[in-house]
């Protein structure tokens, strides 16, 4: 008679190996077009809040397809948040809107991207536009401290085609508001600089309309008590939504004379394209 071997979890565990891989802790369906969901981060991924990441899963022929995504936690969390959407052409978005905890996804630990701190000259006051998911990258520097330690004000202003799309952001903001652990991290009342304007432009919500037709006219400075618009002395500001969006308030941030600045070359604001994600 052959002895049984324990069944350790090494030996049970059948998944293949893959490359890079992370393990999914949790996953969120917001609306049938985004999700969220929380991934193990490797010990070797630096990054500062606001880059993103590729990841990605392996596809029929055995070789990985991956992605940008914006990384949505702040560099200083021991796990990785991602949101992003679902329904799009693509093998990839098709699999991947149907991970599970315990699945395994691939993720290449090598960040980059343009939203972050260094970018920027010092100022007083940080506007954060996002259209859809490109709310996630703020979704990181909202809980960084350095946005607290740079800035007096932070505007984070979030358009959305329907109501149910901005959940994702209001939730996230409401949380910070009354997260003592964060409160302890970045300092005492920072999140009283935390000013949130949400809008929708297809579906009936308190505040209606694109953010860029609302800053043209006037409206957003009206709303928020802001004399004399966009300041190129003490504004600063990040952009992420679609590449017409990304143009559309470029164009206004240059009217209001911020010019576009890079990691190599800091000015007024920078402007990343809001990945699959
Ligand atoms: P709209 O409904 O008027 O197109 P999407 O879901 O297509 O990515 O869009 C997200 C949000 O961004 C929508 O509310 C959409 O408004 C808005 N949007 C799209 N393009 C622009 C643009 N060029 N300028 C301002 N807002 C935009």
């Known amino acids: 008679m052959t002895e049984m071997k324990p069944v350790t979890e090494a030996t049970a565990v059948k998944a293949p190996v893959l490359p890079d891989a992370q393990t999914v802790l949790e996953v969120k369906h917001w609306t049938d077009r985004l999700f969220s969901f929380k991934v193990t981060r490797p010990q070797s991924l630096r990054f500062r809040s606001g880059e993103f990441v590729m990841i990605g899963l392996l596809g029929d022929n055995g070789k990985p397809i991956l992605r940008a995504y914006s990384i949505a936690s702040p560099s200083w969390d021991d796990v990785l948040e991602l949101y992003s959407i679902k329904v799009q052409d693509g093998p990839l978005i098709l699999k991947m809107q149907h991970i599970k905890p315990g699945d395994q996804i691939i993720l290449r630990p090598k960040p ?35 946005t607290y330690e740079d800035y007096d004000e932070v505007i984070i202003t979030h358009t959305c085609r329907e109501v149910a799309e901005l959940e994702y952001g209001r939730q996230l903001i409401e949380n910070i508001r009354k997260d003592e652990m964060l409160e302890e991290l970045i300092g005492e009342g920072f999140a009283d600089k935390i000013r949130y304007y949400p809008t929708t432009t297809r579906e009936q919500s308190p505040k209606m309309g694109r953010i860029t037709d609302l800053l043209k006219d006037g409206t957003v400075f009206k709303d928020l008590g802001i004399e004399g618009g966009i300041k190129p002395e003490t504004d600063r500001a990040m952009v992420c939504g679609s590449l017409a969006f990304n143009h559309d308030i470029k164009a206004i941030l240059e009217d209001f004379g911020l010019r576009e600045g890079a990691n190599s070359e800091p000015k007024e604001f920078v402007v990343e394209k809001a990945f699959v994600g």
Not at 125 to 134: D, N
Not at 139 to 145: D, I, N, T, V, Y
């Open 112 to 146: 980059v991207g343009t939203l972050v701190h260094d970018a920027l000259l010092p100022g007083k006051r940080i506007w954060f536009f996002a259209t859809g998911t490109g709310f996630a990258p703020f979704a990181s520097l909202l809980r960084e401290p350095q």
